[in-house]
């Protein structure tokens, strides 16, 4: 399987501010995705990041709030824009590797708290 | 639309079997999954079974699907303390790429 790392691991940042994250993985991968987990909740798919066009976002996510970049197989970045305490979540990025492409594995996430 | 629902709480003792369970209601699911997460990290992926399959066996796991019912059950056999954690079943379509996860069930395992 891809070993995934992310970083920042956490941080506390302040309402209004924006935060990049970054996914490394270390092997080519074509699907890349970035996942939401609020406190106590279940993860919720945010968009699947596309390398080399624009990423697919789910429904209630916009790329105004979260754009992402994803310049080659490897890497891809999400931004929390505008940041409000709403946004305090685990944010995780996964991709799919394997024998069975539709396996997803995960990086470690990001905890992000708004204050 | 769809949906995967788990018992939010499980407590058992060391040594005892676990069984979780996880209900969906997207009857083209063909991978279905279950993932671990300790405190304060990622998830991890246990296993998963497709769905021509109806048992998969993996060491201490064993993972049932019941199609007709779209019930799928992880049961964990000699339970340690080492295997508290919350467990989220999920389940995707080929090519969707999209997993739709369950609430996660944490499982407690006491000395």
């Known amino acids: 399987s891809a070993v995934i790392s992310q970083k920042p691991s956490r941080d506390i940042c302040q309402r209004g501010t924006s935060l990049t994250i970054q996914c490394q993985v270390d092997s080519q991968v074509t699907m890349m995705f970035w996942y939401r987990q609020q406190p106590g909740q279940s993860l919720t798919l945010i968009a699947t990041?596309?390398?080399?066009?624009?990423?697919?976002?789910e429904s209630g996510f916009v790329i105004d709030k979260f754009p992402i970049s994803r310049p080659n197989l490897t890497f891809s970045t999400l931004t929390v824009s505008n940041m409000s305490p709403e946004d305090s979540s685990i944010y995780l990025c996964s991709v799919e590797s394997g024998a069975w492409e539709d396996t997803q594995y995960f990086g470690p996430g990001t905890r992000l708290t708004v204050l | 639309g769809e949906d995967v629902e788990q018992s939010l709480f499980l407590s058992v003792r060391e040594g005892d079997s676990s069984v979780i369970n996880c209900t969906y209601t997207?009857?083209?699911?063909?991978?279905l999954y279950w993932y671990k997460q300790e405190p304060g990290a990622g998830l991890q992926l246990l296993t998963y079974?497709?769905?021509?399959?109806d048992m998969k066996q993996d060491q201490r796991l064993t993972v049932l699907l019941n199609k007709k019912d779209k019930h799928l059950s992880l049961r964990i056999a000699d339970t340690q303390t080492g295997d508290s954690a919350i467990y989220f079943c999920a389940e995707t379509n080929p090519g969707e790429g999209k997993l739709i996860f369950g609430q996660g069930t944490e499982l407690s395992v006491k000395p």
């Open positions: 079974i497709f769905s021509n399959m």
């Open positions: 990041a596309n390398q080399g066009s624009e990423a697919t976002y």
């Open positions: 997207d009857s083209s699911s063909t991978y």
